[in-house]
T-cell receptor
Framework: AQKVTQAQTEISVVEKEDVTLDCVYETRDTTYYLFWYKQPPSGELVFLIRRNSFDEQNEISGRYSWNFQKSTSSFNFTITASQVVDSAVYFCALSEATPGTYKYIFGTGTRLKVLA | GAGVSQSPRYKVAKRGQDVALRCDPISGHVSLFWYQQALGQGPEFLTYFQNEAQLDKSGLPSDRFFAERPEGSVSTLKIQRTQQEDSAVYLC???????????????FGPGTRLTVT
C-alpha cells in the first residue's frame, strides 16, 4: 500500500535559519514519483519538485534542496537561510507509475513558521 | 486562462441541499483530478479524468458524490444531499500528460471551501 508520512506537524524557526522537512514514503512499486508542494495561506498548492524513483541525485534550486534516499525511503526538503515568505504548509506526495493507478497520495503536511 | 480556476470559491449549503463545484483546468491539459482537503490534512484523492473518461472514482466517499467532464475540459463535482461531514476544501488539479505510467506535476486551483450547516 502507498503511504506518505510527514512526522513533523509544525516547525518554527527564526529567519535565516536552515530547516529540513522530513518525508518518508511506502510503496511496493519500483517505479514511482515523489513531489513536494507548498500551500501558502492563500490556499493554492504550488508545485516545487518532481523526482522519479530512478533518479537519486540530490537537487538544489536556489535556497531549496532535496535529498532522496531510496535506502531509507525518504525524500527530505531543506530550506537554507529561511525567509518569512517561506511560511506555509508543505506537502510531500507519492504517485506509483503503474497502469491503472492514478492516485497521488499526500502526507498530512508540515506547517513551517518563519519568524522575523 | 493561465492557471486552474475553480468556482465558487466559497459555498455555504444547508444540510440536505445539492451543490455543484466547477473546475476549469489549464487549456490542453489531458488529466484532471479532484481532491478533498479537510482542515489540517493533506489532499485526499477523489476521482481522475483522462479527457472525458472517468478512469478512477475510487476515492468518492459515497454515491452522493458525482463528477463529470463531458467535453474533456471543464469538470463539475456534484454533491447531493450534503451532510456536515462533507465540509472541506475541494481542490481540482490538472496535468499535461496521461496519468498511470508517468506521473506529472499537478497544477492546482485555489479550491472551493464548502461549509455545510
Amino acid at each position: 500500500a502507498q503511504k506518505v508520512t510527514q512526522a513533523q506537524t509544525e516547525i518554527s524557526v527564526v529567519e535565516k535559519e536552515d530547516v529540513t522537512l522530513d518525508c518518508v514514503y511506502e510503496t511496493r512499486d519500483t517505479t514511482y514519483y515523489l513531489f513536494w508542494y507548498k500551500q501558502p495561506p492563500s490556499g493554492e498548492l504550488v508545485f516545487l519538485i518532481r523526482r522519479n524513483s530512478f533518479d537519486e541525485q540530490n537537487e538544489i534550486s536556489g535556497r531549496y534542496s532535496w535529498n532522496f534516499q531510496k535506502s531509507t525511503s525518504s525524500f527530505n526538503f531543506t530550506i537554507t537561510a529561511s525567509q518569512v515568505v517561506d511560511s506555509a504548509v508543505y506537502f510531500c506526495a507519492l504517485s506509483e507509475a503503474t497502469p491503472g493507478t492514478y492516485k497521488y497520495i499526500f502526507g498530512t503536511g508540515t506547517r513551517l513558521k518563519v519568524l522575523a | 486562462g493561465a492557471g486552474v480556476s475553480q468556482s465558487p470559491r466559497y459555498k455555504v449549503a444547508k444540510r440536505g441541499q445539492d451543490v455543484a463545484l466547477r473546475c476549469d483546468p489549464i487549456s490542453g491539459h489531458v488529466s484532471l483530478f479532484w481532491y478533498q482537503q479537510a482542515l489540517g490534512q493533506g489532499p485526499e484523492f477523489l476521482t481522475y479524468f483522462q479527457n472525458e473518461a472517468q478512469l478512477d472514482k475510487s476515492g468518492l466517499p459515497s454515491d452522493r458524490f458525482f463528477a463529470e467532464r463531458p467535453e474533456g475540459s471543464v469538470s463539475t463535482l456534484k454533491i447531493q444531499r450534503t451532510q456536515q461531514e462533507d465540509s472541506a476544501v475541494y481542490l481540482c488539479a490538472s496535468t499535461r500528460g496521461v496519468a498511470g505510467v508517468v506521473s506529472y506535476e499537478q497544477y492546482f486551483g485555489p479550491g472551493t471551501r464548502l461549509t455545510v450547516t
